[in-house]
């Protein structure tokens, strides 16, 4: 049987963990509550391969189609509360009604872990901000979960999220049941051309289809359009 990842958040953290699990062939839920903090930037600076910077919202809007590629489904509703059932699995019950069941959760949610009052998980009080420790490959104290991004006391930064995401994710491939190497596509014969087995996760792919891909890839950039102004902090007045 697949195994489900439920992952709490839907910012650069979420979504990149998201992506990783989803890729390695694990069904992968995104419990998305609205806008993420990131959506309040006015200009998205120091991201890798975008020299002059990026819209935030359109550097969240790409990354949740890249999920929705890869095969992430999402469940636009906050999560109000994680338990496990009696047979260790996770349950995930949202403001909406709806609830989901997980063999790994991964919360990525902005610091409020209030959603997590049923296990016992070390945490670090901020001011109005509760973090989660983590070790150094994200996971908790409480096995099958792990915390990504803010809530993990990372750097308030996108691609810092989105980096702890990966390892998020990439940890929980490592604990899940699947077999896996690297996700990682390499040139037609790089394994095999070497005697080699092709690795779990890899893809080797020929020249016309390596340029096929890339031709897609430099048409969507071409398709960004100027995205929505930034969403006001609450405090601020009209």
Not at 62 to 80: I, K
Not at 173 to 183: F, R, T
Not at 219 to 231: F, Y
Request: glycine share 10%; net charge negative.
């Amino acid at each position: 049987m697949t195994q489900r990842v439920a992952v709490v958040g839907g910012g650069p953290a979420g979504l990149t963990a998201a992506i990783y699990t989803a890729r390695a062939g694990l069904q992968t839920t995104v419990y998305d509550a609205g806008e993420p903090i990131l959506a309040r930037n006015a200009h998205l600076e120091n991201v890798p391969g975008f020299p002059a910077g990026v819209n935030a919202r359109t550097f969240l809007e790409n990354t949740r189609e890249q999920a929705d590629r890869a095969g992430v489904e999402f469940v636009d509703a906050r999560v109000e509360h994680v338990e496990r059932d009696n047979d260790g699995r996770f349950v995930v019950d949202t403001d909406a009604g709806a609830s989901g069941a997980a063999d790994f959760v991964v919360a990525a949610s902005w610091p409020d872990s209030s959603y997590l009052e049923a296990f016992e998980l070390e945490r670090i009080d901020r001011g109005s901000k509760t973090m989660l420790s983590t070790d150094e490959f994200a996971r908790t104290d409480v096995e099958g979960l792990y915390a990504a991004g803010r809530l993990a006391r990372q750097y308030h930064q996108a691609v810092v999220a989105a980096g702890h995401g990966a390892t998020a994710g990439l940890t929980v491939v490592d604990d899940s049941d699947v077999a896996y190497y690297h996700d990682w596509v390499a040139p037609d014969g790089y394994f095999t051309g070497r005697g080699r087995e092709l690795p779990p996760g890899c893809e080797e792919i020929e020249e016309t289809e390596r340029r096929e891909r890339e031709r897609e890839s430099l048409s969507a950039l071409r398709a960004l359009s100027p995205a929505d102004s930034p969403t006001q902090h609450p405090s601020v007045d009209d």
